[in-house]
């Protein structure tokens, strides 16, 4: 096995994050590949890697806790591309796969990554690479976000639709039968109606909270993807059900954030606090959800929106697109391509 398995490769890795993870990324022609490469673990995959996207999770623990990682680091989550070698008998060599690997590991930054069963499973028939590698993070997230909670019939409200996440919760959603309104700004509602939305609210010339208060809907489920104004929680018992779910997936690792965000769990409503369940989501890798949403791709009820592309050695400009908040859908690396 390992006289097939070169011992260098290519990955865009940091050594600090100072002035920020896009001004830091350096190319690395002769990185080494991770330590289990040619000593596979068990249930763990050695796969090349064609494809990565960035989340926000990359640079944002990375900026906020660099002491975790051990240094070069090499970013990223996503990832598609073809098995080298697996301890998993369901896979073999040569089969192409997509999934995410586990912080802090990250590692998708680079020609090669070694996965864990969970966050690796086999890409559909029909579906590219570039596309299944956008699932990792953001179409995971939405995936259990949604699935569990709502059924057909349902009333869902996407918070921040034309993002990475926004984009794959609004097919998802449809796709279990939902009636789905999503806010995004007037420039990509367009967007967000072609993948399914139901309604959409233009967050820069309405006021957000004041119009689904107006509207009278109650919905099952608000989803918030960007938690930008927490009174869209404070002031949902007029517009999500009494039991119905508040579930968020944004915020930024810091003690500002924690203190902020534990008031919202904490404050009584009694003394104006919130009256809704509140849920804050973290993605956690699993073979069954990444195959009903590999099942959804095959089927043509949900796809990647992928806005802009970057080679592997422009992978700080495709973070810096990606901290501006202005990404529509997912950007895509090409690493070791197909």
């Known amino acids: 096995m390992a006289a097939s398995i070169p011992s260098t490769m290519r990955a865009s890795q940091w050594t600090t994050t100072k002035g920020g993870l896009d001004k830091t990324l350096t190319l690395n022609p002769s990185a080494p590949l991770p330590k289990t490469a040619h000593a596979l673990p068990p ?30 680091a090499t970013p990223c989550l996503d990832f598609s591309g073809t098995i080298l070698a697996t301890t998993l008998p369901h ?27 969970a966050g690796c499973v086999p890409v559909p028939n029909g579906v590219s690479l570039k596309q299944a590698a956008c699932v990792g993070v953001a179409g995971l997230t939405s995936y259990q976000c949604l699935a569990p909670h709502v059924k057909a019939g349902d009333k869902v409200l996407i918070n921040g639709g034309s993002g990475g996440t926004g984009t794959f919760a609004i097919q998802i959603a449809k796709a279990l039968g939902c009636y789905v309104t999503a806010t995004c700004s007037g420039a990509n509602a367009e967007l967000c109606r072609s993948l399914g939305a139901d309604e959409v609210i233009d967050y820069r010339v309405e006021d957000v909270v004041g119009t689904l208060k107006r509207s009278g809907r109650q919905y099952d489920l608000i989803y918030d993807t960007v938690f930008a104004a927490p009174a869209l929680y404070w002031e949902c018992h007029h517009y999500l059900k009494a039991e119905g779910k508040f579930i968020t ?55 990647a929106v992928v806005e802009k592309e970057f080679g592997l050695e422009r992978a700080g400009e495709a973070f810096a697109h990606l901290k501006s908040g202005r990404t529509k859908g997912k950007i895509v690396i090409e690493v070791a391509g197909e």
Request: hydrophobic share 45%.
């Open 43 to 72: 249930d763990h995959t050695l796969v090349k890697v064609a494809y990565t996207t960035p989340n926000p999770i990359d640079y944002k623990l990375a900026e906020v806790l660099p002491f975790i990682f051990s240094k070069p």
């Open 91 to 117: 896979l073999k060599p040569g089969e192409l796969v997509f999934g995410k690997t586990e912080p802090p590991a990250f590692g998708a930054l680079g020609e090669y990554v070694v996965v864990a069963k």
């Open 249 to 303: 997936i944004a915020g930024t690792p810091s003690v500002g954030f924690l203190v902020e965000f534990l008031k919202l769990f904490l404050w009584p409503a009694v003394l104006g606090g919130g009256q809704r369940k509140l849920a804050f989501h973290t993605a956690a890798s699993s073979a069954v959800d990444y195959e009903a949403i590999a099942k959804m791709m095959a089927e043509g009820k949900v796809k």
